[in-house]
């Protein structure tokens, strides 16, 4: 049904690109630094990241990073290209930030750029937006990835002709700490990749990065 | 392919408890919107719609008498509506081959505040715990899903749930949503300036914006006919790619979600009777929306939109919309668009001014929100091939 | 009027994340929206929120942005005739 042509994990200052390392940062280097790093590394010239949020900031980057040798509108119709994603905290960072703004009466300035980053499928379409995907596209909320579900459910838009190609994964920040597992998914007419495919993958990514 | 039927339809609004008390209003045009005057969801006047909280806790004492356990009111919300709509089916929902999704943009958002956050743990706010809490109540065999895309939640938790039964993987989904009004909502949706100070006017020359609103609602979709003929016949979800906050001006993203809902329905665009729109009253939806139904070619259909009643309920917008307009399909009733008199939008719709009996057969709901996603869904009320 | 367009671009540069931008960068002439520094309507709502929170001046139509914002010395100039 489909194949997986390439999967990436960005977490802990480590960024592999199909299990090999392709980038690393100092242990003791904030998300804030890593990210712009990861950035400036792919040599990135887009305005509009600088005004996204970190969930959206650590989504676009993990996407740029799949797709930057190989834009998928070229390939596929815009509209069977789409998003999965799973995600935990939702966007709890801005969410915090823009109540904080609510606390003192006498100088209530709520921030509509903020405002608008309290809604984690904003990083989907901040996605959508710079790769021209026009398809299906879910945010899940869960604890950890639910793979089984996820992968349910991309199987699901294959076989009815929804989608031609997606990403499929999970991205997560929270407080100190941030994790992003990604891959490409497109149609294939041979016998495809495997929930147990994906399963693999997400605990090679797992240990590697915990060794 | 199997047929997904939706049963068991529950909803609370501003309008009041359960179908039949939410139809009798909506055929009544009365709005449950009204002007809130409370320092502690914002410091001026603004024009919203609310549930009646003291006669919510009464009915949720005394559907769950036993009950001691205590939850927010976001998640009470919840199990009320999904107890009733269990109540109604009788179905073995403890199965492995049951799941509930949930759809919701913030959930319990409003215990961030320092006023009301409690005793509450610190990650209750968050989703993922809201759904877990519920799983635990009713006994659920698999994890809850919950679904947040902005305001096409509800649109799409029963297009989810939709796939999850076309594909055998389950024989029955639960589909809830709630989202709540908070200090934190409103005041993002007044910084954004796109709340009307009174009564919303969805499609109409003087719309300047939409009334915020809180719900909840439930269905069982089923591979059966328990409660109801009406089943789902196609969906689409697409994304503009064009901006986070504005939609596409041009109305093709949702063009395309509704072109792929119909191409799954295997129906001509004309066979649509009725639209429930989005029709949020913003200056951009409702414009963006009258240019995506005539490029999907359902411009001859009926249309409304239910905002002026109970205002925008975010996540449970698209599926308390869907619920009502099933209900009214089954009636052969129209809902006229509260808040609509002068016609507003550059596309000649058929927007309804008034309530009457209609005959629809095929309903088409639509719902856009930030991100740039759009979802549509096709239902249709089968009269004759179905036996219950 | 110098100061306050000064003031201003280190303002705009902060609210709205114009990284790696300096004021000088900034023509106070050129147009903040479109062409120019590629602006968009959330901008537009996050600069009447700048108006209100360190000048006191309250737009209440939103469609007066399009004239008030078309560029850093129109900006100026609206804050010191409502000042």
Redesign the interface.
Same mark, same amino acid.
């Given at each position: 049904m489909f194949k997986c042509s390439q999967h990436i994990y960005l977490s802990k200052n480590q960024l592999l690109v199909d299990f090999q390392k392709q980038l690393e940062f100092e242990k003791s280097l904030n998300y804030a630094k890593v990210f712009k790093g990861i950035y400036k590394d792919l040599g990135l010239d887009y305005p509009k990241y600088f005004k996204m949020d970190y969930l959206s900031k650590l989504g676009f980057l993990s996407a740029e990073v799949i797709l930057k040798d190989q834009p998928l509108t070229s390939k596929y119709a815009s509209e069977k290209i789409g998003l999965i994603i799973g995600n935990a905290s939702s966007t709890y960072l801005m969410d915090s930030k823009h109540q904080s703004t609510l606390s003192d009466k006498t100088s209530y300035f709520p921030s509509p750029a903020n405002f608008v980053y309290t809604l984690p499928n904003i990083m989907t379409g901040e996605i959508c937006i710079r790769h021209g995907f026009k398809g299906e596209n879910a945010l899940f909320i869960s604890q950890k990835m639910d793979i089984d579900f996820l992968w349910n459910y991309a199987y699901n838009l294959f076989e009815n002709h929804k989608l031609d190609a997606c990403l499929l994964g999970y991205v997560e920040v929270k407080d100190d700490d941030y994790e992003s597992f990604l891959m490409l998914l497109e149609r294939t007419e041979k016998q495809g990749f495997t929930q147990n495919n994906l399963k693999n993958i997400c605990t090679t990514y797992k240990k590697e990065t915990n060794g | 392919m199997n047929k997904v039927f939706v049963n068991g339809s529950y909803l609370i609004s501003s309008l009041g408890f359960g179908m039949e008390e939410n139809m009798k209003k909506l055929y009544a045009g009365e709005s449950g919107s009204c002007a809130i005057s409370d320092p502690n969801l914002y410091p001026d006047t603004f024009f919203a719609s609310k549930i009646d909280v003291a006669r919510f806790q009464a009915e949720f004492k005394s559907l769950f008498p036993t009950n001691k356990i205590e939850f927010p009111f976001f998640e009470q919300l919840l199990l009320l509506s999904i107890q009733k709509t269990l109540i109604e089916c009788k179905i073995d929902f403890q199965t492995k081959d049951t799941l509930l999704i949930l759809s919701s943009t913030k959930g319990n958002i409003n215990l961030l505040d320092e006023k009301e956050k409690g005793n509450w743990e610190k990650d209750r706010v968050f989703l993922w715990k809201s759904a877990e809490v519920i799983q635990a109540f009713f006994g659920l065999a698999n994890p809850v899903q919950v679904i947040s895309n902005a305001c096409i939640s509800g649109v799409e938790a029963l297009s989810i749930g939709y796939r999850m039964i076309q594909s055998g993987i389950y024989k029955n989904v639960i589909v809830a949503g709630a989202d709540i009004l908070s200090e934190f909502v409103v005041s993002g949706f007044q910084s954004f300036q796109s709340l009307d100070a009174e009564m919303c006017k969805p499609f109409d020359s003087e719309r300047i914006g939409l009334n915020l609103g809180e719900a909840v609602g439930s269905c069982l979709l089923s591979e059966l006919p328990i409660t109801s003929k009406v089943h789902i016949i196609g969906s689409g979800i697409s994304n503009d790619a064009n901006h986070i906050s504005g939609p596409s001006r041009t109305g093709d993203g949702l063009y395309l979600a509704i072109n792929s809902a119909l191409n799954e329905a295997e129906i001509p665009a004309n066979q649509v009777d009725f639209i429930s729109a989005h029709g949020t009253a913003t200056n951009y939806n409702d414009e963006m929306e009258s240019k995506a139904f005539q490029l999907a070619g359902v411009q001859n259909a009926q249309v409304n939109s239910i905002k002026g009643y109970w205002g925008h309920t975010l996540g449970a917008a698209g599926l308390i919309e869907s619920l009502a307009s099933i209900e009214a399909m089954k009636q052969n009733k129209s809902i006229k668009t509260l808040g609509y008199s002068k016609h507003g939008v550059s596309v000649d719709l058929k927007i309804t001014k008034e309530s009457k009996s209609l005959e629809i057969n095929t309903l088409l709901k639509t719902a856009s929100g930030f991100g740039g996603a759009n979802a549509a869904i096709l239902f249709k009320n089968e009269i004759d091939d179905v036996q219950m | 009027m110098d100061k306050l367009i000064q003031d201003l671009k280190e303002e705009i540069i902060e609210?709205?994340? #114009? &990284?790696?931008m300096e004021p000088d960068d900034i023509d106070e002439n050129e147009a903040l929206f479109g062409d120019g520094l590629?602006l968009?309507?959330?901008?537009a #709502? &996050?600069l009447?929120?700048l108006l209100?929170?360190n000048y006191g001046i309250k737009i209440e139509n939103?469609k007066d942005g399009k004239t008030i914002f078309f560029s850093v010395k129109s900006m100026a100039e609206y804050i010191q005739a409502h000042q």
């Open positions: - | - | 609210a709205l994340n #114009l &990284e790696d590629g968009d309507s959330i901008d #709502l &996050e009447i929120v209100e929170k939103p």
